[in-house]
């Protein structure tokens, strides 16, 4: 993509980029060092957190021939665990020894260098875009966990290292894993080809409880703090609508050709999450998107304890009615229900990875992952500021939510006042940068 600081991507030329992208990753002939299928695939982790001690314990069952050798967190006590509990399963296929165990916030980079063929980044949004970059640029292969970034200017970053990654014949696998469900991949084909004919109108919805959160220590600095509560700080989450619903969404502009919309609009606030602890994220976002032929995503999501909770998707269209999550089955003039097996989708997606690279036929799913996660975070662009939003808005934002610096002594880029309470958006006050 054009350098974002000199041009402006507006909806059109972002559509044109894609395509073009799309047809030139499909001519790409991929090369890998590892086509012969009893090769052994050195694996790096970055972020030892529940989510990506799980990712690795994925990438080692989608692949007997695939070793986890280094592993890096912010958090040494992070590390430790995993280590511990991979270690426990896995035996002789976790061989991460001192010399390969990282902590810090530099962590990711040793990672990387020390000699791996793939890297799992599971450590906050917020760090995905720099991560993928540094790691794309050393030609390693990558799984990227969900949401790839919290701002316009990732997002762009993450576009622009996804087409180096096609450059470079690497594969890129994202962490959206309901693309990799069988049961979803066959009902979302049925849909794009047409069984329920126009798509006029979708709804989402994420509805659920709430989540963890660790207790302030004496010890812990405030970069320390948001760094082990990062759920609830919007610049390392983007907060729950973009870390957690860009699931739902991801279904949604699948659907639509994950070609993004023109604008969106909706409303969101911070009713029963009040608490400081909770930083300064919402507990609630209704999002309409709206796109160029009137089709409309509606969105839901809501993180409240003792409410009724739903996680569905609904497609309506001319000629009958979807439901993914919630029946996989359509219902109209060509009625159908899912009746295969289930698997697990966390394994497949490795196993997708890993057969593209001995294959030698790289897999890229760098576009639709930053369209799904830059639709969450236009959406909580909308709630934030209570206004109608563009994609072009959106996508040429300049604001970055970064801090100045990334030490545990350096302050994050939301502080708390006098009496500890963080800042939080005010729909109508609050602007858009």
């Known amino acids: 993509m054009p350098d974002s600081n000199t041009t402006q991507t507006t909806r059109r030329n972002f559509l044109k980029t894609s395509a073009a992208a799309a047809m ?35 990438a080692l069952n989608a692949d007997e021939n695939a070793k986890l050798i280094a592993m890096g967190d912010a958090f040494g006590d992070r590390l430790e665990g995993s280590l511990k509990g ?12 001192a010399d390969h165990q990282f902590v810090g916030f530099d962590a990711y980079q040793k990672v990387i260098d020390s000699g791996v063929d793939v890297v799992i980044l599971t450590t906050p949004p917020h760090f995905r875009p720099m991560q993928l970059k540094a790691a ?3 030609g390693k292969h ?11 200017p990732g997002i762009r970053s993450v576009l622009e290292t996804a087409e180096k990654a096609k450059e470079k014949g690497l594969s890129i696998v994202s962490g959206l894993c309901w693309r990799y469900h069988p049961a979803v991949k066959e009902t979302m084909q049925r849909v794009l080809d047409g069984d329920i004919g126009e798509v006029l109108s979708v709804q989402e919805t994420y509805n659920t ?16 703090f948001q760094m082990r509560n990062w759920l609830y700080f919007s610049w390392l989450s983007g907060d729950h609508n973009t870390e957690q619903h860009v699931h739902s969404l991801d279904k949604g502009s699948w659907v639509m050709g994950d070609q993004p919309p023109v604008k969106a609009w909706g409303l ?15 507990d609630h976002h209704a999002v309409v998107y709206e796109y160029a032929n009137g089709a409309k995503i509606h969105a839901y999501c809501r993180q409240m304890a003792g409410c009724w909770n739903d996680v569905t998707d609904t497609f309506v269209g001319t000629k009958g009615t979807c439901r993914v999550l919630g029946g996989y089955r359509i219902d109209g003039e060509n009625e159908w229900r899912y009746r295969g097996t289930g698997e697990n989708m966390y394994d497949l ?30 959406g909580r662009m909308c709630t934030y500021t209570g206004q109608a939003i563009t994609w072009d808005q959106a996508i040429n934002s300049q604001q970055s939510l970064a801090p100045a610096s990334y030490s545990f002594e350096a302050d994050p880029p939301i502080m708390p006042d006098a009496d500890g309470k963080y800042p939080v958006a005010v729909p109508g006050v609050t602007k858009l940068v």
């Not at 969101?268 to 919402?282: L, M």
Request: net charge neutral.
């Open 209 to 224: 409880g709430t989540l963890w959160h660790r207790a302030r220590q004496p010890e812990w600095t405030e970069m320390e």
């Open 136 to 138: 794309i640029e050393a």
């Open 86 to 97: 991979l270690k426990k399963k896995y035996e002789d296929r976790v061989t991460v020894d």
């Open 142 to 152: 990558v799984f990227c966990e969900k949401p790839v970034g919290v701002d316009g």
């Open 268 to 282: 969101g606030g911070r009713q029963v999450r009040t608490d400081p602890k909770y930083g300064d994220i919402f």
């Open 24 to 58: 030139a990753g499909s001519l790409t002939i991929g090369r890998s060092a590892h086509a012969a299928g009893d090769e052994t695939l050195k694996v790096g982790l970055i972020g030892c957190g529940g989510r990506g001690t799980g990712a690795a314990a994925n």
């Open 349 to 378: 997606e490795h196993e997708a990875l890993f057969s593209a690279i001995r294959a030698g036929k790289p897999i890229n799913n760098g576009h639709y992952m930053a369209v799904s996660s830059m639709l969450a975070i236009i």
